[in-house]
């Protein structure tokens, strides 16, 4: 089975950065999309980016040009650069991952069948 397994979060001042790691074992995928969400407690699950197996990404309006989605090599870690961090980006950051695509990587929650189990990041 493929799980994943993310790190990096913390708590940090507004206006700093954070790079969330999300390690995959167990991966014999030749093609897959994988991406970064977020919740709060009491909301639904927001997209914030997606990336292929090529190094194709999506990336949400909402966190463009603040988040950067990449990957070390089609089988290394997932990561989410994430800069420039406000109050409300407070929240449980989850990888995932489909080993069916398309494209553009999709960034809908719905499309993912395998989750990590999130790690907190915490803006003040």
């Known amino acids: 089975d493929v799980q994943l397994v993310e790190s990096g979060g913390g708590s940090v001042q507004a206006g700093e950065s954070l790079r969330l790691s999300c390690v995959v074992y167990g991966y014999t995928w030749s093609t897959y999309c994988m991406g970064w969400f977020r919740q709060v407690p009491g909301k639904e699950r927001e997209a914030l980016a997606s990336?292929?197996?090529?190094?194709?990404?999506s990336v949400a309006d909402s966190v463009k040009g603040r988040f950067t989605i990449s990957r070390d090599g089609a089988k290394g870690p997932l990561y989410l650069q994430m800069n420039s961090l406000k109050p409300e980006d407070t929240a449980m950051y989850y990888c995932?991952?489909?080993?069916?695509?398309?494209?553009?990587?999709?960034?809908?929650?719905?499309?993912?069948?395998?989750w990590g189990q999130g790690t907190q990041v915490t803006v003040s």
């Open positions: 990336i292929d197996n090529v190094g194709r990404t």
């Open positions: 995932a991952a489909h080993f069916v695509c398309f494209r553009p990587p999709p960034l809908h929650p719905s499309h993912y069948n395998v």
